[in-house]
């Protein structure tokens, strides 16, 4: 790992797993130009659905670009319960 996750990060990382499982972890996080993380979320089956830029994600939910936890949602492709 380049470096430990942003709070707000770690926080979308919980969210993934919450939805899609555990196994979607930190050690699965693939970093980009050494700082950018990614993470390929995959489902509960182990098939790869999306990736999820988790620094963009972020980023843009603390700058109001998402501006609540529904449009994170949205972007995760998680459905509204």
Known sequence: MSR???PEEHRIL???QTHYGSHNSEHSITWL???EASLW???RT???LLVAQLTNLA???TDGTIADDSGL???LQ???K
Do not use: A, H, V
Request: no cysteine; aromatic share 8%.
């Open 78 to 80: 998680i459905e509204s």
């Open 59 to 61: 980023n843009w939910r």
């Open 14 to 16: 919980k969210i993934i």
């Open 73 to 75: 949602r949205d972007w």
């Open 4 to 6: 430990t996750l942003s």
């Open 41 to 43: 979320i995959k489902d």
């Open 46 to 48: 182990g098939t790869p």
């Open 33 to 35: 130009e050494g700082n």
